[in-house]
Nanobody, 112 residues
Framework: QVQQVESGGGLVQAGGSLKLSCANAGRNILAWYRQPPGKERVIIAAITSGAGTFYDESIKGRFTISRDNAKNMMYLQMNNLKPEDTAVYYC??????????WGQGTQVTVSS
């Protein structure tokens, strides 16, 4: 219904950390996606309104998804970043390609 707005990306060295934020994140199930350069967008994490979580193996153990329902905010704490994490990061509902719209995302660039 309302466009999600991602923020918090930037340029960081390998091994560093970033915390991404997603505004207008009031849906029952929310997800983080990323799209590396020249590749397709993929889901990497999801969270329910009750804070149940899902993580893709590519980021499990390094990233933590969370949400603040009172503020309609969702977050992605990204630790031990690697160059292969370089991508545009998006937040949206859980339906992937079936979601009707996407925001601009936030760029994360990890240097080696």
């Amino acid at each position: 219904q309302v466009q999600q707005v991602e923020s918090g990306g930037g340029l960081v060295q390998a091994g560093g950390s970033l915390k991404l934020s997603c505004a207008n994140a009031g849906r029952n199930i929310l997800a983080w996606y990323r799209q590396p350069p020249g590749k397709e967008r993929v889901i990497i994490a999801a969270i329910t309104s009750g804070a149940g979580t899902f993580y893709d193996e590519s980021i499990k153990g390094r990233f933590t998804i969370s949400r603040d329902n009172a503020k309609n905010m969702m977050y992605l704490q990204m630790n031990n970043l690697k160059p292969e994490d370089t991508a545009v990061y998006y937040c949206n509902g859980p339906r992937g390609t079936k979601e009707p719209s996407w925001g601009q995302g936030t760029q994360v660039t990890v240097s080696s």
